[in-house]
């Protein structure tokens, strides 16, 4: 095939493709089979690669995804995206009916549509193609994840008929039931955490940073809301029939209601109907259907007047609480969790149910034998919300909370401001132990994939494991022995742990599974705090000072550092060759500091704590946070702790003031 003759089919590949997604995805009337619809991309595919002058931005073949790893770049929303004003029943609907018709009169139409529970979006197009894919953000601004977007298959990349020049469109992604339950199923095998419901999947889907995963991950969308100078229709329902003429998918769901008591049918009937659609909703949207109208009404400063949402309440159901199991996490919180009768919820058999604490079983006096009231909220178990006190039985007891660890008898803590009871044996306490190496290997942490959960379960049976720096302790001698271990599994989880040795620092911060730091919040510690002896010694206030980390956080850091078994840990795992500091953060400037640890205590005049810190580290030494007999200088500005100062002159180290550190550092001391 020639340049020409290429040309000539990728064009026509491309619009037969578009053609064929568009019966499936809008019409709902797929022409061809999936197989015929795979061989089509796989021959434009291959023709793209071989002329990969003739690959377009819109073309079908960008929808499988890139590895190129996505830094999400922040892009100002042209028109800001407001959210919507609640109501619960319909006497807040009549509020909202009068309020509409002081302004606008009597003389309007309302649009219902259902509420997609999802992630909301926002799309450009220009002369037809998509341009760029925003998310909601702060409703300011939003991340670009347009390569993810482009995966999506039934967002189109490329419009048909006639359309303005340029416009933008908002909807919502979401993930539909089937994509969901097989997504949770895979993770689950992979040993990797489920999502708690298709919205927390979506939002973390679509800042997956490889959109090649996402394109695996059957995203769908409706589009609901058309915005720009030049739209082909004065009315809201008009503009989205006629999206859906150009490509776009708009539901099949709205209707256009003249009297408030058509709204109420249209949500009534929805209520139940939902349960049998094959994705989530959670109300239904009313909007005031003329455009002239919506301006005369406006926006608040959150939300705008021409339009408000319905929620749907959560589905109940009532059965018998049979006992209660409490469960222990990997930070040693304890969770309460009933065992029910199994019964009917929105399309589920529900066994199981949260009970949070002890104090949400207290409130709600919640006693086995009761019958309970049921939920489905967002999270992945439904949750107990009350208890049909009238059919209790009189010999009913109330409900006594365990004062030990279910796991190993120790003595349950219970902070103040936490509603949780924790076991405090975190190294000793079996759940604790296998739940914090588990963290430890897994994917966006350490991604230790030679290793499974069985397994490390098999090497704390063993002896072989306790913690998570006895996993840099293994040898290949020790796991032959051992039952399901062959010869090349034992040689893959070497190579694995020896390979973690490379995994940069802020995911060895996350892996060490201090409480509250999460991904990102290790990120943002990483980026302030670029090693772990600064982490280690830096001060509450210090710690505050990062962006995103409030009071628990940071006293979790600092519990977490003061226990003298985690200080341990790290050691070991810094003598077995862990990243412990963000290399490209680190410019050396000089060694001239290299053995050399100091402490930083008070205030200075030129700089702050935070820069000498990094100073200090530039020329090679260390940042400690205690005084030992070998540290080699507490710098002490002023109202430098006095306990500090008495430390150095008992352990003899020496204290140098600002002037006499840059002495140090220029050679001269
Ligand atoms: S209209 C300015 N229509 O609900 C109004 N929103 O709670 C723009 N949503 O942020 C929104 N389905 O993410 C609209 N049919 C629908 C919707 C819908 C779901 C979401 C959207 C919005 C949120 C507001």
Known sequence: ????????????????????????????????????????????????????????????????????????????????????????????????????????????????????????????????????????????????????????????????????????????????????????????????????????????????????????????????????????????????????????????????????????????????????????????????????????????????????AYKFKAEQAVTEL?????????????????????????????????????????????????????????????KIVGVDKSQRTCNSKKFEYITHCPECGTKLEREESEAKHFCPNENGCHPQIIGKIEHFISRKAMAIDGLGIETIELLYKHGLINNVADLYSLKKSQLLPLERIAEKSAENIIKSIEESKNVEFKRVLFATGIRFVGETTAKKIVEKLNSIDRIMSASQDELLQIDEIGERIAQSIIKYFANAKNREIIQRLRDAGLQMEAKENVEKISDRLKGMSFVVSGTFNSYSRDELKQIIEKHGGKNVSAISASTAYLLAGEKSGQMKTDKAHMLKVKIIDENQFNELINNEL
Request: with cysteine; proline share 4%.
């Open 1 to 308: 095939m020639n340049f020409t003759e290429a040309k000539i089919r990728c064009e026509n590949l491309r619009k037969i493709i578009e053609q064929h997604n568009r019966s499936y995805y809008v019409d709902a009337n797929p022409a061809i089979s999936d197989f015929e619809y795979d061989l089509l991309v796989k021959e434009l595919e291959v023709i793209e690669k071989e002329f990969p002058e003739l690959q377009t931005a819109d073309s079908p073949t960008q929808r499988i995804g890139n590895d190129v790893n996505n830094e999400f770049v922040q892009v100002r929303h042209k028109y800001p995206m407001l959210s919507l004003g609640n109501t619960y029943s319909e006497n807040d609907l009549n509020d909202f009916d009068q309020r509409v018709k002081k302004i606008a009169g009597n003389n309007f139409e309302y649009v219902c549509e259902l509420k997609f529970d999802g992630i909301s979006i926002s799309l450009t197009y220009k002369n037809g193609i998509l341009q760029q894919a925003v998310t909601r953000g702060d409703g300011e601004k939003g991340d670009d994840v347009t390569a993810n977007i482009r995966t999506i298959r039934n967002i189109p990349l490329k419009i048909y008929g006639s359309y303005p020049e340029e416009f933008e469109i908002r909807g919502e992604i979401f993930m539909p039931h089937s994509s969901f339950e097989r997504l949770n199923s895979e993770r689950l095998k992979a040993g990797e955490p489920q999502f708690a419901n298709p919205r927390n999947a979506t939002a973390g889907t679509i800042k997956l940073q490889n959109s090649t995963q996402v394109a695996k991950r059957g995203l769908d969308c409706f589009l609901y809301y058309m915005l720009g100078s030049s739209l082909p229709h004065a009315n809201h329902y008009d503009n989205l029939q006629e999206a859906k003429k150009w490509g776009f998918p708009v539901s099949q769901n709205i209707r256009k209601c003249e009297t408030l008591r058509q709204v109420i049918e249209y949500i009534n009937y929805w209520n139940e109907a939902r349960k049998k659609l094959p994705y989530d909703t959670d109300g239904v949207v009313i909007k005031i259907n003329s455009l002239e109208q919506q301006e005369e009404l406006g926006v608040t400063a959150k939300s705008p007047r021409w339009a408000i």
């Open 322 to 382: 049979l006992s209660v199991d409490f469960q222990v996490g990997r930070t040693g919180a304890i969770t309460p969790v009933a065992n029910l009768k199994p019964v009917q919820l929105a399309g589920t058999t529900v066994k199981r149910a949260s009970l949070h604490n002890q104090e949400q079983i207290n409130i709600l006096d919640i006693r086995i034998g009761d019958m309970v009231i049921v939920e489905k909220g967002g999270e992945i178990i439904p």
